[in-house]
């Protein structure tokens, strides 16, 4: 029979997030994956993984999400898509069942989340600028030469942390240099850098709207502990890391898949050994109407399995009737 458990995959630009859940929602094994612009071979390579850390797993539940949550539910055989904020805001609430505010900073973008009574009330994104994302402090620590793993603890040496211009990447980042070049130690810069991201995340993202805790903070940022310790100091209160803070995308869509299998239905999993099954993708622009849509195609095999991308159904149809007729 094996252990009942569900899958849940996290595919971002920068990272592919995957964890395996028993039916009491503990982890059985989680991986952090660099995505590198290949999504596909990322899961295959996941999957396969996961499928020799627990062998003897019986999957009755698959969810997907994250940027590339369309391709990923195709090539995993998901049985729920979900975006990134109804994923993390179910991850919270499994951690910490009062939550009302979720920070969450991830590789490329950053959000926040509004959650009151159990419900997501409000949340807003950015995708626009790098600006205190995974991606964004990596550069700077390697460009500082300090590992990534001991930059927040720079911060908290820091005795008198600089002001640095957080609200955009390239001018926070010519900011430390001018600061290193007047003279100030890699411990204040780092501190400073922290504050102003943490100050540039609250004023564009929360925009003057009430954060009530608990908060918790989620995401791979979550780790850095000068960043935490900043948000702290500009919030006024403490913030929750959960154990698993890294993976929390992930970890709510096997939530999700988990509810959904509840109601019966056969999951859709692919396996863990599909390996080079011949997954292949590519795009087309439609031209059929002004909106011109990007439209991607998922072939094995040689053969259309699925299309997405469009916004009028045009394809993504066509790709139906195949996927019924095969």
């Known amino acids: 029979m094996g252990i009942p458990c569900f899958l849940g995959v996290d595919v971002g630009s920068v990272s592919t997030d995957l964890v395996l859940m028993d039916e009491t929602g503990e982890l059985l094994a989680s991986l952090y994956l660099r995505t590198r612009g290949r999504p596909v071979e990322t899961l295959e390579d996941g999957l396969r993984r996961l499928g020799e850390a627990v062998p003897d797993a019986a999957v009755h539940g698959v969810g997907a999400t994250g940027s590339a949550r369309q391709l990923a539910g195709i090539v995993v055989g998901a049985d729920v898509v979900k975006n990134e904020i109804t994923a993390h805001a179910a991850a919270a609430k499994a951690v910490v069942p009062d939550v009302r505010t979720v920070l969450e900073i991830g590789g490329q973008d950053s ?3 509004f959650i009151r009574d159990g419900v997501v009330v409000d949340f807003a994104m950015n995708t ?8 964004f ?7 500082l030469q300090i590992p990534i793993g001991e930059f927040g603890g720079y911060a908290l040496r820091a005795k008198s942390p600089t002001r640095i211009a957080g609200r955009c990447a390239v001018f ?5 240099i001018h600061k290193q070049q007047a003279g100030h130690s890699v411990e204040d810069i780092v501190a400073g850098l922290c504050e102003a991201l943490a100050r540039n995340f609250l004023a564009n993202l929360a925009k003057g709207r009430e954060i009530q805790g608990p908060v918790l903070f989620q995401g791979g940022v979550a780790a850095n502990v000068g960043m935490s310790a900043a948000f702290e100091r500009e919030l006024g209160m403490k913030l929750i890391i959960p154990a698993h803070h890294g993976v929390m995308g992930a970890l709510g869509v096997a939530l999700l898949a988990q509810k959904s299998a509840q109601k019966g239905a056969q999951s859709r999993f692919a396996g863990f050994g599909r390996t080079g099954f011949a997954c292949e993708t590519s795009g087309l622009l439609c031209t059929g109407c002004a909106n011109r849509c990007e439209v991607t195609e998922v072939r094995r ?7 997405f991308g469009d916004r009028c159904g045009k394809w993504s149809a066509k790709s139906e009737a195949v996927c019924a007729r095969g």
Not at 301 to 307: C, L
């Open 111 to 113: 959000k926040i989340i």
């Open 137 to 143: 402090l990596d550069r700077q620590a390697e460009r």
């Open 301 to 307: 095999g040689g053969v259309v399995t699925a299309r």
């Open 172 to 176: 926070a980042e010519s900011d430390m």
């Open 128 to 135: 626009v600028c790098a600006a205190g994302t995974g991606s």
